[in-house]
Structure formats: structure tokens, C-alpha cells
């Protein structure tokens, strides 16, 4: 059965970081793009990442945490880890994991058929 588990989220102060994992199951692991996303209600989705795994391994970014994060990328382990910097309470939300294909419009999540449950991130000032 596919499947994707993200965690390493929780509460942290502003200026602080964070590091979650995405681990995934199920499937040949090469086979899938893996992005991260962030979802905060009453705002569209914002793309984060996307890696592409089933091709050079490259991994894209969208604007939103441009410069305060890393991507790091673990084939054995199956998993793709976000490292997230400098965070300020605007960085507040749901962060999920998905598989599907970094497309050109990947940053609204368009392209990924699987998500996982998310994980929740709460900066205070």
C-alpha cells in the first residue's frame, strides 16, 4: 500500500528551525516526484519543493521559504527531508509531502495524487 508520513513539526519561536521528514512506502521509490507543500486555510496551496526523484534528482523551488530552507534526499531511506530556517510566525501551517510528477505548475500541487496527513507547524513571535 503507498504511503507517506511526514513529521518532525511542532511549535518553535521565531527565528528558530525546523526539519521534516517525509518517508514513503509502498513504491518503487525512483519511480515518483516528491514535493513538500504548505496549507494554511483560506490561502491556496504553496508549493515549497519538488524533487525529482524518477529523473536527475534536481529539485525545484517555489518562492515561498526561498532561501531559508534545504532539501536533502535519501534514496535508501526512501525520504525527503525539508530544512526550514529563520522561522517567523507567518510560517504557520500545515506542511505535507506528496508523490506525483513535478510539473510546471507543481507549486499548486497539481501533478500529485498522493499526500500524506501533514504535519503542523506553529512559530511564535
Known amino acids: 500500500e503507498e504511503r507517506l508520513a511526514e513529521s518532525g513539526g511542532g511549535s518553535v519561536q521565531a527565528g528558530g528551525s525546523l526539519r521534516l521528514s517525509c518517508e514513503a512506502s509502498?513504491?518503487?521509490?525512483?519511480?515518483?516526484?516528491v514535493g513538500w507543500f504548505r496549507q494554511v486555510p483560506g490561502r491556496a496551496r504553496e508549493g515549497i519543493s519538488c524533487?525529482?526523484?524518477?529523473?536527475?534528482?534536481?529539485?525545484r523551488y517555489g518562492e515561498y521559504l526561498k532561501g531559508r530552507l534545504a532539501i536533502f534526499t535519501d534514496d535508501a531511506k526512501r525520504s525527503v527531508t525539508l530544512q526550514m530556517n529563520d522561522l517567523q510566525p507567518e510560517d504557520t501551517g500545515v506542511y505535507y509531502c506528496?508523490?506525483?510528477?513535478?510539473?510546471?505548475?507543481?507549486?499548486?500541487?497539481?501533478?500529485?495524487?498522493?499526500w500524506g496527513q501533514g504535519t503542523q507547524v506553529i512559530v511564535s513571535a
Open positions: 506528496a508523490t506525483g510528477f513535478c510539473s510546471s505548475s507543481w507549486y499548486a500541487g497539481r501533478g500529485f495524487g498522493s
Open positions: 509502498g513504491f518503487t521509490f525512483g519511480d515518483r516526484d
Open positions: 524533487t525529482r526523484t524518477h529523473d536527475d534528482g534536481t529539485t
